[in-house]
């Protein structure tokens, strides 16, 4: 069964930072692209980073570019998200998800229940 | 980007609901549709435009290809109140994802 479990979030204060962690199972890691994707409150969804478990490559929104870095730990299959400089628009839901077919990256088939970050003073 | 329309959508039970999607480029048929309640996450109802993913009921159905997209559901049931993303994956990263359709049951 596939599982994906985030940790790490909480009350940060801006220009703060914050590590989120994703630790999966069930799958075989280095076949798939590991995405995190956040939801401010009231609002949609939006796709905030990737890396992709065969050779470690990395993925950026231009929202969190240059101020974040998607890190694995392939000993544990988790990754790691950490996003430094916070604002308030980075206050939300942050999911954890994987692609259904390893072959065409970015249709989230696995959710995790997700980890909620408040950046408030 | 993506565009979801009508942002609200009120069914009666058993009454056929239909979403649309429009994309601003072609997308050819990667295009997904998530289900997400309140306080869920998103759930994956249909992918490839047309597909349905794992153990989800034949009345959820999507079409389309290009630019514009729709999802239908059928026969309307009380759970089906939820919020609806499509979200496009051709040109990927970063998927982006539409402004959602609220559904509620009258």
């Known amino acids: 069964e596939v599982q994906l479990v985030e940790s790490g979030g909480g009350q940060v204060q801006p220009g703060g930072s914050l590590r989120l962690s994703c630790a999966t199972s069930?799958?075989?890691?280095?076949?798939?692209?590991i995405h995190w994707v956040r939801q401010a409150p009231g609002k949609g969804l939006e796709w905030v980073s990737g890396l992709r478990g065969s050779d470690g490559r990395t993925y950026y929104a231009a929202s969190v570019k240059g101020r974040s870095i998607i890190s694995r730990d392939n000993s544990e299959d988790t990754v790691h998200l950490q996003i430094s400089r916070l604002t308030v628009d980075d206050t939300g839901v942050y999911y954890c998800?994987?692609?259904?077919?390893?072959?065409?990256?970015?249709?989230?088939?696995?959710w995790g229940q997700g980890a909620l970050v408040t950046v408030s003073s | 980007g993506m565009t979801q329309f009508p942002p609200t959508l009120s069914v009666s039970p058993g009454e056929r609901a239909t979403l649309s999607c429009r994309a601003d480029?072609?997308?050819?048929?990667?295009l997904a549709w998530y289900q997400q309640k309140p306080g869920q996450a998103p759930r994956l109802l249909i992918y490839a435009a047309s597909t349905r993913a794992t153990g989800i009921p034949a009345r959820f159905s999507g079409s389309g290809s290009g630019t514009e997209f729709t999802l239908t559901i059928t026969g309307l049931q009380s759970e089906d109140s939820a919020v609806y993303y499509c979200q496009q994956y051709n040109h990927w990263p970063p998927g982006t994802f539409g402004q959602g359709t609220k559904v509620e049951i009258k």
């Open positions: 998800a994987r692609d259904g077919n390893p072959y065409v990256p970015g249709c989230f088939q696995y």
């Open positions: 069930g799958f075989t890691f280095r076949d798939y692209v």
């Open positions: 480029q072609g997308i050819g048929s990667n």
